[in-house]
């Protein structure tokens, strides 16, 4: 049971900002919000992670609601090297299983 | 890439033989996992490892067997390959935050595995 929905597709033009949504309706209180994504045929790619407040890295933002049901990843120059497949993951803290689903397929065009 | 090998990339076989892919890491992590990849699945966890000789069953373990005898290495067997075992495996570390609760998975370039 991956505990996420994720579209699964998405198109975003070469230069935009990419926002990829996540639903987590039944996230508990200790439980992460994580982000991966697959490039095509290679291993997952770790973007980013947060608990309860926004996190910005050198790849990506995550907002995540204020009641944690919902997060969305923006990658905020998408590329043609950022198609791939995003899954978007909860995972409790202290633990380490990550549970995938089918992810996000985001399909960046010139 | 967090120093993670798989051998072999790619490896045909025929129904019934055993198989192993090994899984080595260079960096001395405890926490080591093989996953498996199918067409519209996400990953799926086979087993995995908190140190040597200590190992245990994920979601999708019929059929497979693993065995740390190194923390370097983490291998997974297929004692008598079947069709339905024809995917992409992939081996994965943890890296623990300081201090965090969170950690990251680090993931392996990936074996490709035909089962005729």
């Known amino acids: 049971d991956a505990k996420t929905t994720q579209p699964p597709s998405m198109d975003c033009a070469e230069g935009r900002a990419a926002n990829l949504p996540c639903n987590h309706s039944?996230?508990?209180?200790?439980?992460?919000v994580y982000w991966y994504r697959q490039i095509h045929s290679q291993g997952p790619q770790y973007i980013i992670h947060g608990l309860k407040n926004n996190e910005t890295n050198e790849m990506a933002s995550l907002i995540i609601t204020e009641d944690r049901k919902s997060s969305t990843l923006i990658l905020p120059h998408a590329t043609l090297r950022d198609t791939a497949v995003y899954y978007c993951?909860?995972?409790?803290?202290?633990?380490?299983?990550?549970?995938f689903g089918t992810g996000t397929r985001l399909q960046v065009f010139p | 890439d967090a120093g993670i090998t798989q051998s072999p990339r790619h490896k045909v076989t025929e129904t019934g033989t055993p198989v192993t892919l090994r899984c080595h890491q260079t960096?001395?992590?405890?926490?080591m996992y093989w996953y498996r990849q199918d067409p519209g699945h996400g990953l799926r966890l086979i087993h995995y490892s908190y140190g040597v000789k200590d190992t245990d069953k994920g979601e999708v373990s019929d059929g497979y067997s693993v065995s740390r005898s190194k923390t370097e290495d983490f291998l997974l067997t297929l004692e008598s390959a079947t069709s339905s075992q024809t995917s992409v495996y992939f081996c994965?570390?943890?890296?623990w935050g300081p201090g965090t609760g969170s950690n990251e998975q680090f993931f392996g370039p990936g074996t490709r595995l035909t089962v005729l």
């Open positions: 960096e001395n992590h405890r926490y």
């Open positions: 994965a570390i943890s890296v």
């Open positions: 993951i909860v995972r409790l803290t202290n633990t380490d299983k990550l549970i």
């Open positions: 039944t996230i508990s209180g200790n439980e992460y």
